[in-house]
């Protein structure tokens, strides 16, 4: 269910809430030895910047299988490697077998 907050204020006031209540939580008490206290969907945010900026990490399994169906298709390609390296890719080049 979704509800259309201008049915009851207006946009600039309902925003304007949503942030003093945002702003109320993170300034509130923290829990044990936790930092910092994030919102619903902040850490994905977060996380999908830093991807945007730095790239996706894959797991070593990972690596090991793009290599090995790299090999079993006969593809001869350095990007696997590039990437796994950390190497940040601009263009995608692809070449065939």
Known sequence: MAIDPELFMP??????????MIEQTKMGERAGNLA???????????????????G???L?????????QREAAGVKTEL???LCSGERIEETETSGP
């Open 80 to 82: 696997i490697d590039q």
């Open 60 to 68: 070593p399994s990972t690596v090991q299988a793009l290599r090995k």
């Open 36 to 54: 910092e206290i994030l919102i619903p969907g902040e850490a994905e945010m977060r996380a999908r910047a830093r991807n945007l900026r730095e």
């Open 11 to 20: 946009v600039a006031d309902f925003t304007a809430r949503i942030d003093r």
């Open 56 to 58: 996706i990490p894959l």
